[in-house]
């Protein structure tokens, strides 16, 4: 079975940071390209970020700058640090692990921005 587990959200003040973790599971971790994604109530989830396989990075330009993603392919692990946050980062976040044929999603966590 696959697994993606998402953890490290929480409540932050507008200019914190954060760190999110997504622990994978059932996959050649190694093979897939990660994600992560968020969605906000009443609006489309959209990408935040992603690394390759080999590391190559892509950020949205709204976290470009601010958020950092990284890979720890010993670990199974994906990671999202955020800093400088916004309200307007206020979302659930979902990992995701792509490989061209299959896609999996972790069950999000609430991040809330606010003071």
């Known amino acids: 079975q696959v697994q993606l587990v998402e953890s490290g959200g929480g409540l932050v003040q507008p200019g914190g940071s954060l760190r999110l973790s997504c622990a994978a599971s059932g996959i050649i971790f190694s093979r897939y390209a990660m994600g992560w994604y968020r969605q906000a109530p009443g609006k489309q989830r959209e990408l935040v970020a992603t690394i390759t396989s080999g590391g190559i990075t892509n950020y949205a330009d709204s976290v470009k700058g601010r958020f950092i993603i990284s890979r720890d392919n010993a670990k199974n692990t994906v990671y999202l640090q955020m800093n400088s946050l916004k309200s307007e980062d206020t979302a659930v976040y979902y990992c995701?692990?792509?490989?061209?044929?299959?896609?999996?999603w972790g069950q999000g966590t609430q991040v809330t921005v606010s003071s």
């Open positions: 995701n692990a792509d490989n061209s044929w299959y896609n999996y």
